[in-house]
């Protein structure tokens, strides 16, 4: 059995003969040192493994390795009218400083911004310009700079190095994927025909996370603030089957609307840095107390503890700064990574897995539920597993795990669903609605 399904059936409230429903092809196609295609194949079973328990008819669950490599790559070979995006603007990745790597992220224009304003230059420098101060400078100094102006920047680590550290104490005390039952009296509640997600992600993980859950049936809504903007080809990747609407919460009318819809949520997914959304009321530990029978799901890049876990953070600055990159490094010198943004993908998975489990055991024992994943923590279970993938065949030629979709914003070429389930659907509901579209309402309203 897959180590990562091993292990989390439990979590989940699944016994291990659920893993008979799976159906899980032999192979990897995600060549790295680390056993990703372990992470990979297994947060998508557990996420399948749960649509269908949810249900209750137990049906068979289909998971091939090279589908779930197109799916976890969608962002290296997703397509519009046969243009790419590329998935990192010039002034994120590696640089070499004084002494030693470190690692940007300013795919946003306020991330760029504030890299650059850390750095003394213009907010229209262009890579060669950063890259020449950074030079000059040492690593660490450039994390702790650029992070206190609230950009994002670390320097890159090596796997001894990070797990020596306090934050890496911090991240061990959570589990891979919690699953718990908070001390609020909630009752039964049936899983509804369509549950009701409230969407409050950005990026990647929480995307992919609300994405699954609308595969698996549910009326995602994604809300978003007006002036946050947002990547097209992200939206198009990571939407695929929700709706999505614009709300400023500073407006308490807006913010009256959104606690609406919470009064007839059945899960709310927040994505936000810890702390981020309390002053709209929308923490966990407020909506646990003021909607007990609301599934919170929560995620975070660093974990809530520790003296990282306010900061900002996306997949490649996790690999950067716990060692994953230099594991992955071809030559030992200039940091790799990992063949797909696959804490992000595994991580939505696990907590969409989680997500679904919560609303079957909410139907069979009442009660308040919190569900909550991170990325660094995912990152330990491939830098501690002892898990081993087999030889990788990458797929050279994903054309037969790709789906081309004419949509208004053009033909839009992604991979298809990471896995399917007997007598389910086996596409995505819809592509390409344009991002903030939709109004901030239930389906069925």
Not at 58 to 64: A, K, L
Not at 182 to 203: A, H, K, N, Q
Not at 330 to 351: M, S
Request: aromatic share 6%.
């Amino acid at each position: 059995m897959n180590r990562l399904v091993q292990e989390l059936l439990p979590t989940l409230g699944l016994a291990e003969t659920a893993a008979g429903h799976l159906d899980l092809a032999a192979g990897s196609a995600l060549p790295a040192a680390l056993p990703v295609n372990t992470l990979a194949c297994g947060s998508v079973a557990l996420a399948a493994l749960a649509a269908t328990a949810l249900r209750g008819d137990r049906q068979r669950v289909h998971v091939d390795p090279r589908q779930v490599s197109v799916a976890f790559r969608n962002d290296q070979l997703q397509t519009v009218d046969g243009e790419r995006e590329p998935a990192f603007a010039p002034m994120s990745g590696f640089f070499p400083a004084r002494d030693g790597w470190v690692r940007t992220h300013a795919n946003y224009p306020h991330h760029r911004d504030r890299l650059a304003r850390a750095l003394d230059l213009p907010h229209d420098a262009d890579r060669e310009a950063v890259a020449a101060v950074i030079a000059g400078r040492p690593a660490q100094e450039l994390e702790d700079v650029i992070t206190a102006d609230h950009g994002i920047c670390v320097r890159v680590r090596t796997r001894p190095e990070w797990l020596a550290g306090e934050q890496a104490s911090a991240v061990e005390q959570h589990p891979v994927l919690a699953v718990d039952r908070l001390p609020f009296e909630g009752p039964t509640v049936p899983v509804p025909e369509r549950p009701r997600i409230l969407d409050l992600t950005r990026v990647i993980a929480g995307p992919v996370a609300t994405r699954t859950l609308a595969f698996a049936g549910c009326d995602v809504l994604r809300i978003d603030p007006p002036w946050m903007p947002e990547l097209q080809a992200q939206h198009l990747d990571t939407d695929a089957g929700k709706r999505s609407t614009l709300v400023d919460l500073h407006d308490e009318h807006a913010r009256r609307r959104v606690h609406a819809l919470l009064d007839r949520a059945d899960v709310v997914v927040t994505g936000y840095r810890p702390g981020a959304l309390a002053a709209y009321g929308l923490d966990a530990d407020h909506l646990a107390r003021t909607h007990p029978r609301l599934i919170h799901a929560g995620l975070s890049a660093w974990t809530p503890s520790g003296p990282w876990g306010d900061r900002r953070g996306f997949d490649s600055i996790v690999q950067a700064a716990t060692g994953i990159a230099m594991i992955e490094s071809a030559d030992g010198i200039r940091p790799g990574a990992l063949p797909a943004q696959a804490l992000d993908h595994a991580t939505g998975y696990l907590l969409a897995a989680g997500v679904l489990s919560a609303l079957r055991l909410r139907a069979e024992q009442g009660g308040t539920w919190r569900i909550s994943a991170h990325l660094a923590r995912t990152a330990h279970w491939l830098l501690r597993t002892d898990a081993l993938d087999g030889p990788a065949q990458p797929v050279d030629h994903p054309e037969p795990w790709l789906v081309e979709t004419p949509t208004e914003l053009g033909l839009v070429r992604q991979s298809r669903p990471a896995f399917r389930i007997d007598g389910g659907p086996s596409e995505f509901a819809w592509v390409g609605r344009r991002f903030g579209r939709d109004a901030a309402e239930w389906a069925d309203d």
